[in-house]
């Protein structure tokens, strides 16, 4: 073997050992379809199917203010990644939730809420399922200033 083709083994060698440490970490591979061997269509490798677990602080249901007088609005916005249910509150009425009109971060969604004219002053909790967990956020009546 002559000098110049040991020296261009040895820096391919390095080159593939540096290239494989600097690389970004491999995530395992997802399973594969494969082909039906009497059809030729796809079929699923595994037919299991899981919801994706949140991380911490992905769900949230978040009011703004927190306070208001009967018959005043506030804004709800809520987070949920795993089947979101109906929010809900003994002292507002709850509009429709949208998300936003372009698509985007669907699991995010807004709306507005009235304080009912008849609420008690006090603090109250406003709920909704996000699957297994419930969110909630604390609410409070304030009393309506005298004119």
């Known amino acids: 073997m002559s000098v110049r083709t040991g020296v261009a083994i040895a820096s391919v060698v390095v080159l593939g050992v540096l290239g494989a440490g600097c690389s970004a970490p491999t995530r395992p591979a997802e399973p594969r379809s494969s ?46 990644l795993d089947g979101l249910g109906a929010a809900q509150s003994p002292v507002l009425d709850i509009g429709a939730l949208k998300g936003n009109p372009d698509g985007h971060q669907p699991w995010n969604v807004f709306g507005t809420a009235t304080v009912r004219p008849d609420a008690a002053p006090g603090q109250y909790q406003i709920s909704a399922r996000c699957g297994a967990s419930e969110l909630s956020a604390a609410f409070t009546v304030v009393a309506t200033p005298p004119r």
């Open 35 to 80: 082909p039906s061997p009497t059809t030729g269509t796809e079929t699923p490798a595994e037919t299991e199917t899981q919801s994706p677990t949140p991380a911490p602080g992905v769900s949230w249901l978040r009011v703004s203010p927190a306070q208001g007088t009967p018959g005043s609005a506030v804004s709800l916005d809520v987070a949920c």
